[in-house]
């Protein structure tokens, strides 16, 4: 089965923190990215650009309403996903924890939330 892993942060505190205080934080990513592509379960994975710069669509009377923004608001907000294979909800928990947002940052509100794909298709 496969688990849309969506990573979550809080941007103001992001934001407060130093350019040093990023840095050292940033920095120790690459290990623990290293170790969920090691699982070999990964299946895609992306950083997202700034809430912002988002973009909404909601029906309205049969047509798409752009709004700018996230669709919804929230004290935390998506920064990033990742696709896992596993077979059991037991094993996704066990992928995701490897990622950065589910081992460091609680300080700026880092956290994972996984879903199962009900549906998946690949073109």
């Given at each position: 089965?496969?688990?849309?892993?969506?990573?979550?942060?809080?941007?103001r505190k992001f934001a407060a923190?130093?350019?040093?205080?990023?840095?050292?934080?940033?920095?120790?990513?690459?290990?623990?990215?290293?170790?969920?592509?090691?699982?070999?379960?990964?299946?895609?994975?992306?950083?997202?650009?700034a809430a912002r710069e988002s973009?909404?669509?909601?029906?309205?009377?049969?047509?798409?309403?752009?709004?700018?923004?996230?669709?919804?608001?929230?004290?935390?907000?998506?920064?990033?996903?990742?696709?896992?294979?596993?077979?059991?909800?037991?094993?996704?928990?066990?992928?995701?924890?490897?990622?950065?947002?589910?081992?460091?940052?609680?300080?700026?509100?880092?956290?994972?939330?996984?879903?199962?794909?009900?549906?998946?298709?690949?073109?």
């Amino acid at each position: 089965m496969k688990y849309l892993c969506l990573g979550y942060y809080d941007e103001r505190k992001f934001a407060a923190l130093s350019p040093a205080e990023v840095e050292a934080l940033v920095s120790q990513c690459p290990a623990l990215d290293a170790q969920l592509r090691a699982s070999g379960q990964m299946r895609l994975c992306a950083s997202l650009g700034a809430a912002r710069e988002s973009i909404s669509l909601r029906p309205r009377n049969g047509k798409p309403v752009v709004t700018d923004g996230p669709y919804a608001e929230a004290k935390e907000i998506l920064g990033s996903f990742f696709i896992i294979d596993a077979e059991t909800r037991e094993q996704a928990i066990a992928i995701a924890s490897k990622h950065p947002a589910a081992q460091i940052g609680e300080h700026v509100g880092w956290g994972v939330e996984i879903r199962p794909i009900d549906y998946y298709e690949q073109s």
